[in-house]
């Protein structure tokens, strides 16, 4: 690998949970940089725990998007 940046920003939003915005670059000696673009929002619902929803895309020579949704229970 030849050099990696990474970035992110969170933001609180309260009683309406919390956002973080991310993204990243590696670039490589020998191949083609990879792109990383990455969201992440999280609320409490109370004595049901948390929930959570990230997705992500990466992008070199082709692009992919990933999405998860999770439940912490307390």
Known sequence: ???????????????????????????????????TLGVTYSLSIGRWGYLSLSGSQSRASETSSEWFLNWMLP
Do not use: C, H, K, P
Not at 5 to 29: H, K
């Open 1 to 35: 690998m030849r050099s990696r940046v990474f970035s992110a920003v969170g933001i609180n939003l309260l009683q309406r949970g919390s956002l973080t915005l991310a993204a990243a670059r590696q670039s490589y000696w020998n191949a083609e940089a990879l792109d």
